[in-house]
């Protein structure tokens, strides 16, 4: 039976690989993860990494799962600190925005990963989906605020509103990422201002 300090150990070691497979899958993708090129990377045996998780489709869960948790945590909890309505869909899209810049150089597990991912099935696809569809409908309540809070039209669709502001985080990744171009971010920026004369009272 494991005592508390080996427990506490076996986690430090798996949290240390996962950190590890997290930065492997954005110069990689998730499909290019496997037992023994973690190993190589965190000097650890093909068998101590694979102790920790059991296959590779569960390291690439367990990789998804981190992924969220950072994402959430940079992107989404400061702007619990902000008013509700505006001011906090303002800060979330901010919020985004600076994680697309990071992730332009560094890589988006979100995307490369519905690359990989978009037509097969299978629990890494399932939790990719989630992750997504958690984080959009965070977006979609974030816009519902700022519609009972009078910030927004009545008439505002939240699923449509959210739809394009996920579009211009797309188009930043792609603009950035394969054309290049240096001015997507400032683009980005104006198309999110634009939707929100459209869509403001």
């Known amino acids: 039976m494991s005592t508390p300090k080996s427990a506490s150990k076996a986690e430090h070691t798996k949290a240390v690989i996962v950190d590890a497979a997290l930065r492997l899958a954005s110069q990689i993708g998730l499909e290019g993860l496997s037992i023994g090129a973690l190993a190589e990377v965190t000097q650890m045996s093909k068998s101590g990494v694979f102790a920790h998780f059991g296959s590779r489709e569960e390291l690439q869960i367990s990789v998804v799962r981190e992924y969220f948790v950072r994402f959430e945590r940079d992107v989404f909890m400061p702007t619990l600190q902000t008013e509700r309505g505006l001011p906090r869909l303002r800060a979330l899209f901010a919020n985004w925005m600076s994680q697309v810049a990071h ?21 890494v696809r399932d939790a990719l989906e989630q992750s997504m569809k958690t984080w959009l409908t965070a977006v979609r ?6 519609i009972e809070a009078g910030h927004l039209a009545k008439t505002t669709d939240p699923k449509q509103m959210m739809f394009e502001i996920h579009g211009l985080i797309l188009a930043v990744h792609y603009e950035a990422k394969f054309l290049k171009s240096v001015h997507s971010m400032e683009r980005a920026k104006v198309g999110f201002d634009n939707l929100l004369i459209r869509y403001k009272i």
């Not at 309540?141 to 700022?146: D, G, T």
């Open 103 to 123: 992730e332009v150089q560094s890589g988006c597990l979100f995307i490369s990963g519905a690359v990989e991912f978009d037509d097969r099935s299978g629990p």
């Open 141 to 146: 309540r974030c816009i519902a605020m700022a």
